[in-house]
């Protein structure tokens, strides 16, 4: 069965660091481009990073030079380094396929950035 979840959340001052990790099961995480997404309060859930199954990134642009997204094809697992963090990065982030499979969102873990 698909799944992803989620970790690595939390509560960060303007400029900190967060590393989130996503575990995926369900035997797709080889042949796929997996990706992180965010939502805001009020807002729709946005796409943050992509990686392709080969390695290949793209990032939204108001966070490239900050976040970087990475796999590792034997732990079956994608993670988001995040740095100089923004209030306005404050969201719920998700992982997912991309596209995204969407019967399959996982809980997503909280990052909240203020002073």
């Known amino acids: 069965q698909v799944q992803f979840v989620e970790s690595g959340g939390g509560s960060v001052q303007p400029g900190g660091s967060l590393r989130l990790s996503c575990a995926t099961s369900?035997?797709?995480?080889?042949?796929?481009?997996m990706a992180w997404y965010r939502q805001a309060p009020g807002n729709q859930r946005d796409l943050v990073a992509r990686?392709?199954?080969?390695?290949?990134?793209n990032y939204t642009d108001t966070v490239k030079g900050r976040f970087t997204i990475a796999r590792d094809n034997a732990q079956n697992t994608v993670a988001l380094q995040m740095n100089s963090l923004k209030p306005e990065d404050t969201a719920v982030y998700y992982c997912?396929?991309?596209?995204?499979?969407?019967?399959?969102w996982g809980q997503g873990t909280q990052v909240t950035v203020s002073s």
């Open positions: 997912n396929t991309d596209p995204p499979m969407s019967a399959y």
């Open positions: 369900g035997g797709i995480f080889r042949v796929v481009a």
């Open positions: 990686i392709r199954s080969g390695g290949i990134t």
